[in-house]
């Protein structure tokens, strides 16, 4: 046990980057190293915490084990534990001051949108959907495109900002696709648009006004209105609630938020006040932050060893985490494709649950 402890320090003195400001490729390195040493304490804690679960049943001096049994010591919580505790309900406490109430929907995730891609796309070579599939209606969830957003023709897909990622839903990631999927059915898109000054002299309209298009449900999808159920109606014993309604105090003080990401974090289909508090309780909004004790990067502080599939899937590595739109993208991939959704980021600790 005492070689492990000390297996663990050694390494921790090895955390701390290089002093003195590092080139890209320098910062690269050095985060990677410190991914694989996290890693190293990680699989070291898991043996410390074996050891301390079958040290009484071993007996001592049999070779295995370097130190008698002792008596376990009480848990002490620290009084200033940096990540300020709920109340009984959950909101969030002093010393961040008066709360206000913030309300939001979390769209469907992968799970339902794969049993929609499933019935509206899937073929012999894609079994589980298409999200390939050309042709008018296109991509995994079969939204319509035409056009281009600028031109007076337009589909589906460029009405609700689909070429923000891609021209096609057929050449956009099945994450995007989703995103935009979410915003047709619950979240709407809006921008600002730019007309040709000549054009709108002519007409005489603005040259710049607010395009806002409200989301208009779910059931254009015929699969979602013939057997699959609304994600905010299911009917069916056993079907989880796709759309889940939550209710949150957060500080009404502007200084506990990263505004500067707001648009970042509403464009991918996050809960802008949320995610904006908790990039500055994990980061104060930094988003080249790497943690000391906690593993994590950026913004969010987010562990890359644990959601590798979702780097690959994103083709992302640890040192894009400390790009602002690369780490709410991630935010948002660990939010619609695990399990764990928000209270991956600490939400079920912090605040109330869902409604």
Not at 157 to 179: L, N, T, V
Not at 280 to 294: A, T
Request: aromatic share 12%.
């Amino acid at each position: 046990m005492r070689f492990i402890r000390a297996y663990i320090s050694n390494i921790m003195e090895d955390l701390s980057l290089p002093a003195g400001r590092l080139s890209p490729s320098q910062r690269k390195a050095a985060l990677e190293r410190r991914a694989f040493l996290l890693r190293r304490i990680r699989l070291a804690v898991s043996s410390v915490l074996l050891l301390s679960i079958l040290q009484p049943t071993i007996a001592y001096g049999s070779g295995f084990l370097m130190e008698p049994p002792r008596a376990a010591s009480p848990v002490v919580l620290p009084t200033d534990y940096p990540v300020v505790l709920p109340d009984i309900v959950g909101s969030v406490k002093e010393p961040y001051g008066p709360t206000y109430t913030y309300t939001f929907k979390l769209a469907p995730d992968y799970a339902y949108w794969d049993r929609v891609a499933y019935c509206e796309t899937r073929n012999n070579e894609n079994p589980n959907g298409n999200w390939k599939n050309s042709g008018r209606f296109a991509g995994g969830l079969g939204i319509m495109t035409d056009g281009t957003f600028s031109s007076s023709k337009k589909g589906t897909w460029e009405r609700w900002g689909g070429e923000q990622f891609a021209p096609r839903p057929d050449e956009a990631s099945k994450f995007d696709q989703i995103i935009v999927a979410n915003r047709i059915g619950l979240y709407g898109w809006t921008t600002w648009v730019n007309r040709d000054p000549d054009v709108a002299a002519r007409k005489g309209v603005p040259v710049t006004y607010f395009y806002d298009k409200h989301p208009v449900g779910f059931t254009g999808w015929g699969c979602v209105k013939g057997t699959i159920k609304s994600p905010d109606k299911q009917t069916k014993k056993g079907e989880k609630d796709y759309v889940m309604k939550h209710s949150v105090q957060l500080p009404t003080n502007p200084q506990y938020y990263c505004p500067e990401i707001e648009p970042l974090l509403t464009k991918y289909g996050l809960p802008a006040k949320l995610f904006s508090h908790i990039a500055w309780l994990q980061s104060k909004c930094n988003s080249e932050y790497i943690g000391e004790d906690i593993p994590g990067v950026g913004l969010f502080g987010i562990d890359a060893s644990q959601y590798m599939v979702g780097m690959s899937e994103m083709g992302y590595d640890l040192f894009d985490m400390i790009e602002p739109e690369k780490a709410v993208r991630m935010a948002a991939w660990i939010v619609y494709a695990t399990p764990e959704r928000i209270n991956a980021f600490g939400y079920d600790f912090i605040y109330r649950k869902h409604l």
